[in-house]
């Protein structure tokens, strides 16, 4: 019996004990059902758009100092003295809003074309976790500038979770630090951002590409009868090339957004303000727009188990929709899905502010404004 020829210089020694080019070959020419489409580059334009907010991220936590003092005047010498600073925070800041958008509108691309179904569960579900920690990534990052708008929306954010039964008022102090919101907080959110959610998406986005390559793609959701006309392709070329453009035109968007009109921090945060008037972010303007449906002691209900009916309906799209369709409901699907998935977007334009309130008038009808916070949002529901 013949030894095994032994392989000629570094790299194919290397490869023989870490085959990452059979790996990586093997990756390049998946088949995709149906050939390569511009639809499918949103997945490639998310993890594009995640490394360039953890480099620009590394870059600012360089100068950064997690103290009420220092934090928005760190931020303010990265804008002015460092080199491009000004572009890099731009660039950081544009980058998270337009990541939220397009893990919004890559969830609703696998949706579409049916991404979710048999045996692809476990792809959807590590997707919509990842969707649950980019929304957690914005709210922290929010509040490291310790700004007004930063303070105040920290103030709010933590407040809601006083509404959960039974242990309400210990999550609260878990997420502060102690009863108010403060240097603690800060120091809870900074190591949060840096530390904890990166490592956390570091896990879910390997464990999202596993299943996704175990699996395969699953294709369009004309897939079946496209493989009767069009061609299987490889994930190389032709889908490389896609993703490349696609790719490249977003990080040229974003560095033009930061370079036409960055962002700029307001006033060093002040508890005792009362003129300022809080208002969330856009990806939570909804949430606020539905507590105005459950006023009073049923505030609750919005704050926790509306947002939670809605990602529990999400995650199991997998499985209830194959159930319905089993039983013949599956005319009613669509229009059902359609009205239920949309209302947050919904909710989310049709949120629109109104006067400014004082806060010295919460201040006087409550003994403790926190709870109150949410009415200073001053969001009404449009009447049609």
């Not at 660039?91 to 397009?102: E, K, S, T, Y």
């Not at 040229?252 to 300022?276: C, E, I, K, M």
């Not at 409901?329 to 004082?358: C, D, M, N, R, Y």
Request: proline share 7%.
């Amino acid at each position: 019996m013949e030894a095994s020829p032994k392989p000629n210089g570094v790299l194919a020694a290397i490869e023989e004990r870490v085959p990452i080019g059979k790996a990586l070959r093997s990756f390049l020419h998946e088949s995709i059902p149906g050939g390569a489409r511009w639809a499918y580059v949103f997945g490639s334009m998310c993890l594009a758009l995640i490394a360039l907010q953890a480099i620009t991220g590394i870059v600012i936590a360089a100068y950064y100092v997690p103290s009420p003092d220092h934090a928005l005047t760190t931020l303010e010498y990265v804008e002015k003295e460092v080199p491009f600073g000004r572009v890099l925070l731009g660039v950081h800041h544009w980058g998270a809003n337009i990541l939220v958008g397009l893990v919004l509108v890559h969830v609703a691309q696998a949706f579409v074309f049916g991404a979710y179904k048999r045996p692809r569960e476990a792809v959807w579900l590590s997707g919509v976790v990842l969707l649950l920690l980019v929304q957690a990534f914005h709210f922290t990052g929010y509040a490291l500038p310790w700004d007004q708008e930063g303070y105040w929306a920290t103030e709010v954010g933590t407040a809601l979770a006083r509404n959960t039964p039974f242990i309400g008022e210990w999550v609260m102090r878990m997420m502060r630090g102690g009863p108010e919101v403060g240097a603690v907080t800060l120091t809870h959110f900074f190591a949060i951002h840096v530390m904890v959610l990166p490592a956390i998406v570091g896990g879910a986005i390997l464990l999202h590409l596993v299943f996704l390559r175990l699996v395969g793609p699953a294709g369009t959701f004309r897939a079946d009868a496209e493989r009767e006309t069009r061609a299987a392709t490889g994930f190389f070329p032709h889908q490389v090339f896609k993703d490349a453009v696609a790719i490249t035109l977003l990080v040229a968007v974003v560095v033009g957004l930061a370079a036409w009109q960055y962002h700029p921090h307001r006033a060093l945060a002040n508890p005792s303000d009362t003129s300022f008037l809080p208002r969330p972010e856009w990806n939570f303007l909804f949430l606020f727009q539905i507590q105005k449906l459950f006023p009073g002691s049923l505030e609750w209900l919005a704050a926790l188990v509306v947002p939670a009916l809605l990602v529990g309906m999400v995650a199991a799209v997998p499985f209830f929709i194959t159930a319905l369709q089993n039983a013949g409901f599956q005319a009613k699907i669509a229009p059902a899905l359609q009205a239920f998935l949309s209302a947050p977007g919904e909710l989310t334009i049709e949120a629109k502010p109104l006067q400014p309130v004082p806060f010295s008038i919460v201040l006087s009808t409550a003994e403790d404004a926190p709870q109150n916070l949410p009415d200073l949002l001053s969001i009404e529901i449009t009447n049609r």
